[in-house]
């Protein structure tokens, strides 16, 4: 039905960069929010940045102003860039969609959360 792919994780030392990128595919009918969320060894999953299908963007408050979503319509993508990163940071990035879908059999799905399969980031010198 949905598969989300993501790409661009790995291994930072403090201060450095790096760029998530998840790409979304199958039958989709329409992307609502996409977003990103991170789960450390032992805590809960939680939300890193959202955005709406109007671009309305919500961070969680320790990435403010270093994290930066983005989407892309057209190509049914989502990018979180990651600035400043420390190892705090340090977890298992996914990417999630609330979105419409399609199945030839049943017809239009209702709208659900869809989740990658996750990227590692890890930050450390």
């Known amino acids: 039905q949905v598969q989300l792919v993501e790409s661009g994780g790995g291994l930072v030392q403090p201060g450095g960069s790096l760029r998530l990128s998840c790409a979304a595919s199958g039958s989709i009918v329409q992307i609502y929010n996409m977003g990103w969320y991170r789960q450390a060894p032992g805590k809960q999953r939680e939300l890193v940045a959202r955005?709406?299908?109007?671009?309305?963007?919500d961070y969680e408050n320790s990435v403010k102003g270093r994290f930066t979503i983005s989407r892309d319509n057209a190509k049914n993508t989502t990018c979180l860039q990651m600035n400043n990163l420390k190892p705090e940071d340090t977890a298992v990035y996914y990417c999630?969609?609330?979105?419409?879908?399609?199945?030839?059999?049943?017809?239009?799905?209702?709208?659900?959360?869809?989740w990658g399969q996750g990227t590692q980031v890890t930050v450390s010198s």
């Open positions: 955005i709406t299908s109007g671009n309305t963007t």
């Open positions: 999630n969609i609330v979105a419409s879908a399609q199945s030839m059999v049943i017809g239009i799905l209702p709208i659900r959360n869809y």
